[in-house]
């Protein structure tokens, strides 16, 4: 229910970029279809959303560009127009679970 109070205070203002971390946890699925529509509308209006999350299968629903972190660094970056949910799986074992790095990112 704190969940779904915090979503319902972000419906009250109209902003221009989101900061949410872990949002789907603790939520059923009619909240996490509000919250993502929610985030929908805010790009659909030119805001940005940046989501920190575990859950690789929603982020890679809800974004277009992903940041792989270890130990609060960046290690990887990607861009969803060239990986699948497959291969962003396979990055996050290599760049976020692991001591590896991309030099690029």
């Known amino acids: 229910m704190k969940r779904r109070l915090v979503i319902g ?6 902003p221009e970029l989101l900061f949410l971390d872990e949002p789907h946890n603790t939520l059923d699925q009619a909240a996490i279809a509000l919250l993502n ?4 509308s805010v ?48 990055l996050y074992t290599r760049y976020a679970e692991n001591d590896e790095r991309d030099p690029s990112a």
């Open 37 to 40: 529509g929610y985030v929908d």
């Open 43 to 90: 790009r659909a209006r030119g805001g940005s959303a940046i989501v920190a999350t575990h859950n690789l299968s929603r982020a890679y629903d809800m974004a277009d560009r992903f940041l792989l972190m270890r130990e609060g660094a960046v290690t990887r970056r990607a861009d969803k127009d060239h990986v699948t949910v497959d291969q962003l799986r396979e």
């Open 9 to 14: 205070k972000m419906l009250l203002f109209d």
